[in-house]
């Protein structure tokens, strides 16, 4: 016997979950900025509504909002034109894959201001 679906709550079927509608007991982040253009300054957001907005995961914003609520009371989030910045390509991070130009890159980066600061960092980076 097949189990019967019923539409009665809203439109929605009453088994599983449902991720396109706001749930009442989300988690509410207040934006302020003006920057983005799908979001309203003053408004509130779910946190996958802000991570929709921004291109990246719900734990990757969940982060950011954590990282910046340092000067706020405990309780308060609020997310900023700098929390809802897309993701950003970063060839010259330290991790695994990227092409060989930009590890290439990476490991000549000028981090040295004088010759004797660059002859020094040369023989510090060989091996013994």
Same mark, same amino acid.
């Given at each position: 016997?097949?189990?019967?679906?019923?539409?009665?709550?809203?439109?929605?079927?009453?088994?599983?979950?449902?991720?396109?509608?706001?749930?009442?007991?989300?988690?509410?982040?207040?934006?302020?900025?003006?920057?983005?253009?799908?979001?309203?300054?003053?408004?509130?957001?779910?946190?996958?509504?802000?991570? /929709?907005?921004? @291109?990246? *995961?719900?734990?990757?914003?969940?982060? +950011?909002? %954590?990282?910046?609520?340092?000067?706020? !009371?405990?309780?308060?989030?609020?997310?900023?034109?700098?929390?809802?910045?897309?993701?950003?390509?970063?060839?010259?991070? /330290?991790?695994? @894959?990227? *092409?060989?130009?930009?590890?290439?890159? +990476?490991? %000549?980066?000028?981090?040295?201001?004088? !010759?004797?600061?660059?002859?020094?960092?040369?023989?510090?980076?060989?091996?013994?």
């Amino acid at each position: 016997m097949k189990q019967q679906i019923s539409n009665d709550c809203m439109g929605y079927q009453n088994y599983g979950s449902n991720k396109n509608h706001r749930n009442r007991n989300a988690t509410l982040v207040k934006y302020i900025g003006h920057e983005h253009k799908d979001l309203v300054n003053g408004e509130y957001y779910t946190y996958r509504e802000l991570g /929709n907005a921004a @291109g990246v *995961s719900v734990d990757a914003i969940k982060g +950011r909002i %954590n990282s910046e609520m340092i000067d706020y !009371p405990k309780g308060t989030r609020v997310a900023t034109d700098n929390t809802v910045r897309p993701k950003q390509d970063k060839p010259f991070e /330290n991790c695994r @894959g990227g *092409s060989k130009k930009h590890r290439e890159m +990476r490991l %000549n980066l000028p981090r040295c201001e004088t !010759p004797s600061e660059a002859l020094m960092a040369k023989w510090l980076s060989r091996r013994l």
